[in-house]
T-cell receptor
Framework: KQEVTQIPAALSVPEGENLVLNCSFTDSAIYNLQWFRQDPGKGLTSLLL?????REQTSGRLNASLDKSSGRSTLYIAASQPGDSATYLC?????????????FGQGTTLQVKP | DAGITQSPRHKVTETGTPVTLRCHQT?????MYWYRQDPGHGLRLIHYSYGVKDTDKGEVSDGYSVSRSKTEDFLLTLESATSSQTSVYFC??????????????FGPGTRLLVL
């Protein structure tokens, strides 16, 4: 059974710091891995999606990497800003199916202090 | 933002009553999903649909049923609500082009409290 774990559960950093969020998964047979952002009381917004054949994806100050063999992904946020404060969730596709079913980690809640 | 609305946004009900949550999309996407989000469990898939009248179970489907009679609407019904179904429910949609890396787009959520 696929399990997704995110460490740490919460993180507080000063503005301007570079930081790394971690995601690990137990079954390497995934279709893709995604990182989402969730603001309090809101739905999820997709940040980055990495296909199983890819190693990383970048969008602005965000960079996500994927190492399928070790079952790990990291989300790197450069020059953090207070507006980055949110919960970040990692999700992997369920096996190699193409139904888009996702298995989520429990998230890392990030606070960036001015 | 993807055109997804959920109704109601908040609901308080009593144990044993049926409850129906509605997800409506204006994107004409093929796939629709219902998730619940609970502290300590993250988001878990309840049911999903891959077309009109085509649905399948997710990992926590017991006590829930769904229907999709039109592309734009996906209904989630709690047959007889229990306190364990108190949660935040999210609908998501996707065009289904997964080989192109299409993601899911989430609605704002419905907060359900079962007393």
């Amino acid at each position: 059974k696929q399990e997704v774990t995110q460490i740490p559960a919460a993180l507080s950093v000063p503005e301007g710091e570079n930081l790394v969020l971690n995601c690990s998964f137990t079954d390497s047979a995934i279709y893709n891995l995604q990182w989402f952002r969730q603001d309090p009381g809101k739905g999820l917004t997709s940040l980055l999606l990495i296909q199983s054949s890819q190693r990383e994806q970048t969008s602005g100050r965000l960079n996500a990497s994927l190492d399928k063999s070790s079952g790990r992904s990291t989300l790197y946020i450069a020059a953090s800003q207070p507006g980055d404060s949110a919960t970040y969730l990692c999700a992997v596709s369920r096996g190699s199916s193409n139904t888009g079913k996702l298995i989520f980690g429990q998230g890392t809640t990030l606070q960036v202090k001015p | 933002d993807a055109g997804i609305t959920q109704s109601p946004r908040h609901k308080v009900t009593e144990t044993g009553t049926p409850v129906t949550l509605r997800c409506h999309q204006t994107e004409n996407h093929r796939y629709m999903y219902w998730y619940r989000q609970d502290p300590g469990h993250g988001l878990r898939l309840i049911h999903y649909s891959y077309g009109v009248k085509d649905t399948d179970k997710g990992e926590v489907s017991d006590g829930y049923s769904v229907s999709r009679s039109k592309t734009e609407d996906f209904l989630l019904t709690l047959e007889s609500a229990t306190s364990s179904q108190t949660s935040v429910y999210f609908c998501a949609i996707s065009p289904g082009q997964f080989l192109r890396g299409e993601t899911q787009y989430f609605g704002p959520g419905t907060r359900l409290l079962v007393l």
